[in-house]
T-cell receptor, first 113, second 111 residues
Framework: DTGVSQNPRHKITKRGQNVTFRCDPI?????LYWYRQTLGQGPEFLTY????????KSRLLSDRFSAERPKGSFSTLEIQRTEQGDSAMYLC???????????FGQGTRLTVV | SQQGEEDPQALSIQEGENATMNCSYK?????LQWYRQNSGRGLVHLIL?????REKHSGRLRVTLDTSKKSSSLLITASRAADTASYFC???????????FGTGTKLQVIP
């Protein structure tokens, strides 16, 4: 399968715990996005990378959220001290800049209890 | 933050009818795209229209773009039950072409 892969698909965690999600983009895609989506809403921009460089992080994100893309390949999104409001679907997408057509993974559904 | 806003929020039609959904956005854009999302799944790219284009077709899809009104419409002709999904517009702007999404239209096609 050469699509965007996200792991895990589902994560249930207790409030206050740290969680880390992984995204493997399509090979040779230099642009990688993270979005958060809650029920009935559109994907909300979190952050994006061009190769290993993080270009922007949403001002809506607290310092509890951090993302990395070492070596410009896979990316990780970490949420520290999770809160119930962090419960959402976390979506990863990749593209070949400057082409903006994005290919999405199936997402990681986070439930904070 | 959401750049675009779709209208209507929900739409229910009979199979065979046409479905039209609209997207309005706030700032100047480079491109506008439409995506489909089946329940609980990732998004799938449908079509892209550049800011210097006014209309584009792909199969049963027709997209229009009016940059003076900062709006776009997606028309799905001869709808099928399999078209039941949420549809989102997405825009990119600036040199870095960050892609941001609208709030979506939930389409239900009744067999």
């Amino acid at each position: 399968d050469t699509g965007v892969s996200q792991n895990p698909r589902h994560k249930i965690t207790k409030r206050g715990q740290n969680v880390t999600f992984r995204c493997d983009p399509i090979s040779e895609h230099n642009r990688l996005y993270w979005y958060r989506q809650t029920l009935g809403q559109g994907p909300e921009f979190l952050t994006y990378f061009q190769n290993e460089a993080q270009l922007e992080k949403s001002r809506l994100l607290s310092d509890r959220f951090s993302a990395e893309r070492p070596k410009g390949s896979f990316s990780t999104l970490e949420i520290q001290r999770t809160e119930q409001g962090d419960s959402a679907m976390y979506l990863c997408a990749s593209s070949v800049f400057p082409n903006t057509e994005a290919f999405f993974g199936q997402g990681t559904r986070l439930t904070v209890v | 933050s959401q750049q675009g806003e779709e209208d209507p929020q929900a739409l229910s039609i009979q199979e065979g009818e046409n479905a039209t959904m609209n997207c309005s956005y706030k700032t100047s854009i480079n491109n506008l795209q439409w995506y489909r999302q089946n329940s609980g799944r990732g998004l799938v790219h449908l079509i892209l229209i550049r800011s210097n284009e006014r209309e584009k077709h792909s199969g049963r899809l027709r997209v229009t773009l009016d940059t003076s009104k900062k709006s776009s419409s997606l028309l799905i002709t001869a709808s099928r039950a399999a078209d039941t999904a949420s549809y989102f517009c997405a825009t990119d702007s600036g040199g870095y072409q960050k892609v941001t999404f609208g709030t979506g239209t939930k389409l239900q096609v009744i067999p």
